[in-house]
C-alpha cells in the first residue's frame, strides 16, 4: 500500500507583498521538519496514527505555527488550546477544549482516544491528562511576542471601533496532518490555538470530529483549517466521505466541493485529505495554505500560495 502524508499549517497566509524570502525559508523548513518526523514513522512500518501525532507535535513545537508553543491569544490574553484525532481504522477518535498546560496538545487528544471518551474539555480535560501522565509545560512556554502583539493590535482596533481590515493569517490558524500507513490505514490529527482574541470558552472545528478532524479508512482522512464556525454548520470534514460513499465522487472532486461551498457562505480556509489508495487533496479557498506532503521516496515537498508543491 501507498505511503503518504500531508500536513498543513494553517489557511491564510501572510500577504505574498510582505513575505520576505528568510520568512518564507522558516515556513517552508517548519513544514519539512513535520513531514520528516512523520514520514520517519511510516517509513518504520509504523501506523498513520502515530504518523499524524509525531507531525503536529512537531508543528506545536515550532513557534511559527498557531498551535502549542506559538498559539494565538483569547480576548483575555489567555491560551485556550484545542486539539482533535481520529483513527480510521475503527473511527476511534478523542479531542480536547479549551485546556493550557499540556505542552502538546495533540498528545492530550491522543490519550482521550485511547480512554472510553471522545471529547473531554476544560479542568476536567487537565486532570485526565495528569492522570494518564501527558507532559505538561508553564504558561510561558505557549508565549510568543508576536502573538501577544497581534493580540494588543486587535484589542485596540476594537476600542477604536475600527474596521477589520486583517488578512486571514492574522485572524486564524491550525495545524494538522494526514496519513495513510504501509497497511492501508488511515488517521488525521488536527490542533490549534484558535481565534486571535477569540472569546473565552470559543471552540472551534478542531476538535469536534466531523466538522475539522475526520478519518474512516472506507472513505479518507481530512483536517481542515480556516473559520472553523463554517466548517462546523457544514460538517466539512465528514460532508467529503459522505460524498464519497454515498455519491461515489473520488477525494479531489469531494474535497474541491466542500471547499467551494464553504467559499459561497463566507467561509475561508482549506484543508488536507488522503485516501486508501494514497491519492492527496490539498484545497483552499483563501489567499494560500502552509501545506506539503511526503511519500515513500522521502521528497519533502511545500507549499505556501497557489502553484505545484515544491521540494
Known amino acids: 500500500m501507498p505511503q503518504i502524508l500531508a500536513i ?36 518504520a512500518g509504523g501506523s498513520a ?3 499524524v501525532t509525531q507531525a503536529v507535535m512537531a508543528l506545536e513545537d515550532d513557534p511559527l505555527f498557531n498551535a502549542g508553543h506559538g ?47 471522545v471529547l473531554l474539555i476544560g479542568e476536567g480535560a487537565l486532570n485526565f491528562c495528569r492522570e494518564r501522565g501527558v ?20 484589542l485596540d482596533r476594537r476600542r477604536r471601533q475600527a474596521a477589520d481590515t486583517r488578512d486571514d493569517a492574522a485572524r486564524h490558524g491550525t495545524v494538522g496532518a494526514v496519513a495513510c500507513d504501509i497497511h492501508g490505514n488511515l488517521a488525521a490529527a488536527t490542533s490549534t490555538g484558535g481565534m ?7 471552540v472551534g472545528d478542531c476538535p469536534v470530529i466531523g466538522a475539522g478532524t475526520y478519518a474512516d479508512n472506507q472513505t479518507c482522512a481530512v483536517s481542515a483549517t480556516g473559520a472553523g464556525e463554517f466548517f462546523i454548520r457544514h460538517a466539512a470534514a465528514h460532508e467529503i466521505a ?5 455519491r461515489g465522487e473520488d477525494l479531489a472532486t469531494a474535497a474541491h466541493h466542500v471547499v467551494a461551498e464553504l467559499a459561497t457562505m463566507g467561509g475561508s480556509g482549506g484543508l488536507i485529505a488522503v485516501d486508501a489508495q494514497g491519492n492527496v487533496a490539498l484545497p483552499f479557498n483563501s489567499t494560500g495554505m502552509y501545506r506539503g506532503q511526503i511519500g515513500a521516496d522521502g521528497v519533502a515537498l511545500t507549499g505556501i500560495y497557489g502553484g505545484d508543491l515544491v521540494g
Open 8 to 43: 498543513h499549517g494553517g489557511a491564510g497566509t501572510i500577504d505574498p507583498a510582505t513575505m520576505t524570502p528568510e520568512r518564507e525559508a522558516a515556513y517552508r523548513a517548519g513544514l519539512r521538519t513535520a513531514l520528516l518526523a512523520g514520514h520517519a514513522v511510516l517509513q
Open 49 to 51: 496514527l502515530d504518523a
Open 71 to 117: 498559539a494565538v491569544y483569547t480576548s483575555q490574553g489567555r491560551h485556550e488550546l484545542d486539539a482533535g484525532i481520529m483513527d480510521g481504522r475503527d473511527r476511534n477518535a478523542g479531542a480536547v477544549a479549551g485546556i493550557l498546560g499540556p505542552r502538546n496538545p495533540i498528545l492530550a487528544a491522543r490519550a482521550v482516544l485511547e480512554s472510553e471518551h
Open 135 to 154: 507532559a505538561f509545560a508553564p504558561a510561558a512556554h505557549f508565549h510568543t511576542d508576536t502573538r501577544w502583539n497581534a493580540l494588543q493590535t486587535e
Open 196 to 202: 486571535t482574541g477569540k472569546a473565552p470558552g470559543r
Open 242 to 246: 459522505a460524498r464519497m460513499r454515498h
